[in-house]
């Protein structure tokens, strides 16, 4: 976090590096096998994108966009797949895109936390009336 209290540079790190594995899986991998690459990318660089999301998660276009360039040119570079369109290729793979992915994240702790699934006062941040 800089002193505007962004996560501009952090992102952009992380951008950095998950460009650099995708591009590693493209250049090591022997086997063209769209599902065998797909899978690598959600091993290997899908959780640089996503770890502490709900954290970080970025709400300026140009950063979701910055984020969500990683997959988009990781599927364009999948065999007989870069014709079609961003959506298309992520259909034709069965991924979700990035966003998407985050959103589902932020959900997901909002309902824990509401729900007292994980160990932290939530009175903090929610007005009760009693």
């Given amino acids: 976090m800089d002193s505007e209290l962004k996560f501009s540079k952090h992102n952009g790190n992380i951008v950095a590096r998950a460009h650099a594995r995708g591009n590693l899986i493209h250049k090591c991998f022997l086997s063209w096998?769209?599902?065998?690459?797909?899978?690598?990318?959600?091993?290997?660089?899908?959780?640089?994108?996503?770890?502490?999301?709900?954290?970080?998660?970025?709400?300026?276009?140009?950063?979701?966009?910055?984020?969500?360039?990683?997959?988009?040119?990781?599927?364009k570079r999948l065999r007989f797949l870069n014709n079609m369109s961003y959506s298309q290729r992520l259909i034709s793979v069965d991924l979700e895109s990035l966003e998407v992915r985050r959103l589902r994240q932020d959900l997901l702790l909002t309902y824990k936390?509401?729900?007292?699934?994980?160990?932290?006062?939530?009175?903090?941040?929610?007005c009760t009336t009693t």
């Fill in 33 to 75: 096998h769209v599902q065998t690459l797909t899978r690598a990318f959600t091993v290997y660089v899908r959780p640089l994108l996503e770890y502490g999301s709900c954290v970080w998660s970025p709400y300026f276009k140009s950063e979701i966009d910055r984020i969500e360039s990683v997959q988009r040119r990781f599927t």
């Fill in 113 to 126: 936390n509401v729900f007292g699934l994980i160990n932290n006062d939530s009175s903090i941040f929610f």
